[in-house]
């Protein structure tokens, strides 16, 4: 490392620690050094100082087979995030009632720039087979609870999502800006969010939005379903109930 | 600062941001600057700059109060630690059906050191008021689940825990190692645990160890119900079957 590195590494230090945080994910949850060093485009001896200050911490965990992954520590400290476990937690018994009394799919989800954030999903029992992962990010324009978050995003963010490009997953999934701003729209005039088969050719989704106690729409609630089984205008009060229960919960705890 | 302190300043950066995220707690989910840094005990213009970086990335969030939060970032990564997420998302179906046939409090821990952390809890909708949050640490020797895990503990961290001072809760709560020696080898023995009022007075826990595919004891599952309601020895063979099925289940996820 040159002289000139040296002088300002207070800057690196954290910055190459966190990229080093940024390189696990739900495909790798365990790497060796010498893979977090390749993913993390870090040298491997700077990556064996850090691995070894955050493992010390707890933020890392070595196993028997050497290769680290993300330790109980961080799970803890990420545990207090308002809008993760915070949110979760509020919300685990009306979703569980949800899913008991469907029987089918349910998503908690939160925005984070322009995509989402699953919070929490409940596999339902005889359901059809979902994708999601608790953690995982998805695209805001497919899913229900992605069309009812940018439907209430700030205007600068719906710029980007609709001018940017739109990922299509099925023959379904609608992909036009122009659209998609009409969908919007309709998504704040009825209170509730459809997405028929625009993620896979089997499902549809229903979605509605939890409010915070000052109003804003903070997350989004939504049930999955086989698509030709239920009319998704029948379960849409269902879901608005739901979500507004937990609306007012959060409402209570704020 | 000081040129010697900037020659050396790679190592402090990262000591302190660690610093700085372990100030948050189930007390104080969310601060000012000048909280942190009296919290930390860093300067506030380091706080200011450190926690400028962290935000940036997203460990942190600022409030429209100005106050800081940990981030959703924090919670995704954190979400990737098998001993946390991971486990829970395995666990959780059974922890559910637990609930529901005994509309009781459901448990989920791991040790970590000389104490437990909770990864899960169902609070039963008739049953004793429990006070665990999830990502909350517990002493090990007063809670059903912190007893079946220091009776597989290594012997270290048993005398450790043995030798050192033990948090009296109520008249019930045993702090004699003898007989915390006794009640461990009984647990070894029976393959499950009973937290007789230990806690409060009013609670009585029965807990049963989760092993994973290698025949480690790796967490431990419980219910929590009103003393003097149920016998303990009729909750045992339930927790022991739910526990089993979840240890079978993470074998098969190997």
Chains 1, 2 share one sequence.
Do not use: K
Request: with cysteine.
């Amino acid at each position: 490392m040159s002289d000139r590195e040296g002088a300002t590494a207070t800057g690196p230090v954290l910055a190459r620690a966190l990229r080093i945080l940024s390189t696990f994910d739900t495909d790798r949850r365990a790497m060796t050094l010498s893979e977090i060093s390749r993913q993390a485009e870090i040298p491997v001896s700077t990556v064996h100082r850090l691995v070894a200050e955050l493992a010390a911490w707890g933020a890392l965990e070595r196993g028997g087979d050497g290769r680290y992954r993300v330790g109980l520590r961080l799970w803890q400290v990420g545990a207090l995030a308002p809008r993760g476990q915070g949110l979760r937690e509020i919300a685990l018994p009306f979703l569980e009632d949800l899913s008991q009394i469907t029987r089918e799919n349910v998503q908690l989800a939160v925005r984070e720039g322009t995509e989402l954030v699953f919070i929490e999903r409940i596999a339902g029992s005889e359901a059809v087979p979902v994708l999601t992962r608790v953690g995982g990010r998805f695209a805001l324009t497919a899913t229900g609870v992605g069309l009812v978050l940018l439907a209430h995003a700030p205007t600068e963010v719906q710029d980007e999502v609709l001018s940017g490009p739109i990922d299509r997953y099925t023959e379904c999934t609608v992909t036009d800006p122009h659209s998609l701003r009409r969908m919007l729209a309709d998504v704040r005039t009825t209170g509730f969010s459809i997405s028929d088969r625009q993620v896979t050719m089997d499902a549809l989704s229903v979605a509605a939005p939890i409010h915070s106690g000052r109003g804003h729409v903070i997350a989004a609630v939504s049930l999955v379903v086989h698509h030709g089984t239920v009319s998704p205008h029948s379960l849409a009060p269902l879901v608005q109930t739901s979500a507004r229960a937990i609306s007012r919960t959060l409402s209570g705890a704020a």
